[in-house]
């Protein structure tokens, strides 16, 4: 495997447009500034992300229960939460041009697109609000949430009561944020309406420190986990100036964008702010009672929380690579078996009744365990190109040979080894593949196939 290219924002934005992963948001009208659809391969891709961050951080877990909460929220959780008046930017107009810019972006506070003075900053807040009810009226003001960690605030006793959760657990929700910034760009780094992964962990506030360790450790190796080279992945500690209105502390997991560092995921110790806020204005209880020490307390909350769009993003640029191949250049996604959208592809050698009918029984057998493509378009070699630029880990190869002796070949993504196998054995050897098997011993009596480089 050669050393990994390092790719560009542009070759990754004419992939996934090429290939059917990110389209721009309604694009025959000519595009809805920063937002953004997914096409069929996107949408896997991001289902993966999100089944393997629940996986992670609810399903085999003891101590964190799932949530989903409505993302239009009684407006006083916004008063309450600081977002009413802390969650702002300023925003700042260019004279000559009349382009908009966050103030603290601008370098020598002049127009970057002209060089022009741009006025005094004024402070914009970044919720997108809306009307609820036929008439647009003040009372009805409610607001698309920002983040998600609020409905999981709101809703920390009805968990508590329901779940018999004790301390130290946490309550995870993935779901969509919306946030008009002023400034998008970089293809989905920075959208207006995103998707969030977040966990709110509560603990007694002696251990918080303790914690946001063990969550900043324990994020940064999920990336790892599924991938992402270390190399590309850094922690940043947020200054006292850069800290958002509710963090006591707050560390970015930073991750080497083709534009440069940037954050990846925050995880933050927000102490007790945002369920103080909440017992104050709601007049409701927010504390904890420890049947050990007979105390009642508001806990403290570390919350990792990450971007789906910015995780698909980083997995997509980490994955890219291209290597020379014959007299061409073969790009390749090496996605983590966990990621990739396509799991495995059935290639039939030709269109031929005899190998169709053998093919097409192994491709309906197969997608009952993953997602799989059928492809019987153009030459054996332009195919498995096709799918090693989508990232799919494994092609099985149906010739005329697998007539007479019911034998198949499995072409691996990233060596480009190949094996051949009896039909019968294909699923298991695949299901163990997938897991991270090394490809050529099979766990179940240790045989060895016979392994051929792809011609
Ligand atoms: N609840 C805490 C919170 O929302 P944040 O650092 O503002 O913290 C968390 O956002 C994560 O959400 C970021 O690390 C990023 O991955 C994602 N995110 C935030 N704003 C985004 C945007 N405009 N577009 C895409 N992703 C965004």
Known sequence: MTEPAKVSMEKIVSLSQRRGFIF???????GLSSCWDYGPLGVELKRNIKQAWWQTVVQERDDMVGLDTSILTHPQTWAASGHLEGFVDPLVECK???????????????????GGEVTEPRLFNLMFKTF???IEEDASVVYLRPETAQGIFVNFQNVLNTTRKRLPFGIAQIGKAFRNEITTGNFIFRSREFEQ??????????????????????????????????ENLKLRQHAKGELAHYARACDDIDYLFPMGWAELEGVANRGDFDLVQHANASGKGMTYFDDETKEHFIPYIIEPSAGVDRSALAFLCDAYDEEPDKDEMRVVLRFHPALAPVKVAVLPLSRREQLVTVAKQIYADLRQCWMVQYDDAQSIGRRYRRQ???GTPFCVTIDFQSLEDEQV?????????????????????????????????????GKVWKVEKEV
């Open 197 to 230: 992964m977040e966990i709110e962990f509560f603990v007694k506030p002696e251990t918080a420190e303790e914690w946001f360790k063990y969550w900043r450790e324990e994020r940064l190796n999920w990336y790892v986990k599924l991938g992402i080279k270390k």
């Open 96 to 114: 000559s041009c009349h382009l908009r810019w966050r103030g603290d972006d601008l370098k020598d506070n002049s127009c970057p697109s002209c």
């Open 132 to 134: 609820m009810g036929p």
């Open 409 to 445: 070949t499995i072409r691996e993504r990233d060596s480009m080894n190949q094996i051949r196998l009896p039909i019968a054995e294909l699923k298991q050897t695949l299901e163990a593949k997938l897991e991270g098997e090394d490809l050529f011993v099979l766990p179940a009596g």
């Open 388 to 390: 090693d630029e989508i």
């Open 24 to 30: 721009p948001s309604s694009e025959i009208y000519g």
